[in-house]
């Protein structure tokens, strides 16, 4: 647990990077999960769009609403005591007008206990992040691998434009935005650009050189079979262990050793 146990705010990301101690970010979904990961002292916890690969079971983030994002948020940020919490803006709900991005911005502030927002962009997204900064909301910015921009990508690739990204990053940081959060980036240069900003970097799959790390909540803790994205360190093999606890349920109730006599009212 951190010594340091009051609300986190905006300005301690500045002070931190300062102090060169490092901002720790995962991503929740859910009351119960956002419950323990707060008590377990993660700096900033994150209802990422990510929500529809992990909890909806979509092959993109595309398809996930805006209704559905206030809705977790507001899970998320009613769990949390200490950790900031940020909401992903989903596809489309930022990019069509800037009077738009505000607006549903502030929802999100207005609707939950929610401190800030976050969207995908860099140099194209700037004028949009300055207009929701001046709005009072505050804003995370992602660069890099940017899941929304999946189908002009066309894949998951790690994204090795070195001027492009230093362009966006700094973009980013001129036009307000908090923190940053760099996706697929080298390492190398994550670090590079660590060092340029005024703002913290947050990395994921961007090497150590960051002021902050984010994990995707299911991915370090083996919840999902199949793909592993090689930057996610397992932390525990959940998925393994839910699957043992509901084989024996299964087993127990076939066999009749469930429920016993201190499980049954008489
Ligand atoms: O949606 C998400 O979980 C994210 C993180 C991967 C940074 O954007």
Same mark, same amino acid.
């Given at each position: 647990?951190?010594?340091?146990?009051?609300?986190?705010?905006?300005?301690?990301?500045?002070?931190?990077?300062?102090?060169?101690?490092?901002?720790?970010?995962?991503?929740?979904?859910?009351?119960?999960?956002?419950?323990?990961?707060?008590?377990?002292?993660?700096?900033?916890?994150?209802?990422?769009?990510?929500?529809?690969?992990?909890?909806?079971?979509?092959?993109?983030?595309?398809?996930?609403?805006?209704?559905?994002?206030?809705?977790?948020?507001?899970?998320?940020?009613? @769990?949390?005591?200490?950790?900031?919490?940020?909401?992903?803006?989903?596809?489309?709900?930022?990019?069509?007008?800037?009077?738009?991005?505000?607006?549903?911005?502030?929802?999100?502030?207005?609707?939950?206990? /929610?401190?800030?927002?976050?969207?995908?962009?860099?140099?194209?997204?700037?004028?949009?992040?300055?207009?929701?900064?001046?709005?009072?909301?505050?804003?995370?910015?992602?660069?890099?691998?940017?899941?929304?921009?999946?189908?002009?990508?066309?894949?998951?690739?790690?994204?090795?434009?070195?001027?492009?990204?230093?362009?966006?990053?700094?973009?980013?940081?001129?036009?307000?935005?908090?923190?940053?959060?760099?996706? /697929?980036?080298?390492?190398?240069?994550?670090?590079?650009?660590?060092?340029?900003?005024?703002?913290?970097?947050?990395?994921?799959? @961007?090497?150590?050189?960051?002021?902050?790390?984010?994990?995707?909540?299911?991915?370090?803790?083996?919840?999902?079979?199949?793909?592993?994205?090689?930057?996610?360190?397992?932390?525990?093999?959940?998925?393994?262990?839910?699957?043992?606890?509901?084989?024996?349920?299964?087993?127990?109730?076939?066999?009749?050793?469930?429920?016993?006599?201190?499980?049954?009212?008489?």
């Amino acid at each position: 647990m951190p010594s340091d146990d009051r609300p986190v705010t905006i300005p301690d990301f500045s002070t931190w990077k300062n102090q060169g101690r490092k901002i720790t970010v995962l991503t929740a979904y859910d009351f119960p999960t956002a419950k323990l990961l707060d008590s377990a002292g993660v700096d900033c916890l994150l209802v990422g769009d990510s929500v529809g690969t992990t909890v909806q079971g979509r092959d993109t983030t595309l398809g996930v609403t805006y209704e559905q994002m206030l809705y977790h948020s507001e899970l998320v940020a009613r @769990a949390a005591r200490r950790a900031l919490v940020v909401a992903d803006l989903p596809f489309l709900s930022y990019q069509v007008s800037r009077r738009q991005a505000i607006s549903l911005s502030g929802r999100i502030l207005k609707e939950t206990s /929610c401190q800030a927002v976050k969207l995908e962009g860099g140099e194209r997204m700037a004028a949009t992040i300055e207009a929701i900064v001046k709005a009072e909301i505050p804003v995370m910015a992602h660069i890099g691998l940017t899941p929304q921009s999946i189908r002009r990508l066309g894949g998951y690739k790690v994204q090795r434009a070195e001027d492009a990204l230093r362009a966006d990053a700094q973009a980013v940081a001129q036009a307000g935005a908090f923190a940053v959060v760099l996706e /697929c980036v080298p390492a190398e240069l994550a670090a590079t650009i660590t060092t340029l900003l005024p703002i913290p970097t947050i990395g994921i799959g @961007a090497g150590p050189g960051c002021d902050g790390q984010v994990l995707v909540f299911h991915d370090m803790l083996g919840l999902i079979d199949g793909f592993r994205p090689r930057f996610a360190r397992r932390y525990a093999e959940l998925g393994e262990q839910i699957r043992k606890a509901a084989a024996s349920y299964v087993q127990d109730v076939r066999d009749g050793s469930f429920p016993g006599e201190g499980e049954s009212f008489r």
